[in-house]
């Protein structure tokens, strides 16, 4: 099995900055795609930014220019930088990872979601 444990979530006010970082542990032999989703209430999941193996990312228009996604393949984590944060961030984020846990399975895991929260 695969668990993946998010932390940073919390409240901030507009404009602030926060990090989340998802760290992936159990039967890995490696992670293919990583990325974070959120899901504001009343709205579906959507993905907000995703990062490849080698690095290659992609962001969803509405945060490009304000939230960074990186990873450190040796520590199984991914990162959110957000900064610039506005009302419409507030939402609970979810990070996604596609395992390799042997020569020929592969995988979707989802952590189990931090809240942020953007508010005066």
């Known amino acids: 099995q695969v668990q993946l444990v998010e932390s940073g979530g919390g409240l901030v006010q507009p404009g602030g900055s926060l990090r989340l970082s998802c760290a992936a542990s159990g039967k890995i032999f490696s992670i293919n795609d990583m990325g974070w989703y959120r899901q504001a209430p009343g709205k579906q999941r959507e993905l907000v930014a995703t990062?490849?193996?080698?690095?290659?990312?992609n962001y969803a228009h509405s945060v490009k220019g304000r939230f960074t996604i990186s990873r450190d393949n040796a520590k199984n984590t991914v990162y959110l930088q957000m900064a610039s944060l506005k009302p419409e961030d507030t939402a609970v984020y979810y990070c996604n990872a596609l395992v390799q846990t042997d020569l020929s399975t592969y995988r979707s895991y989802w952590g189990q979601g931090t809240q942020v929260t953007v508010s005066s």
């Open positions: 990062i490849t193996s080698g690095s290659n990312t």
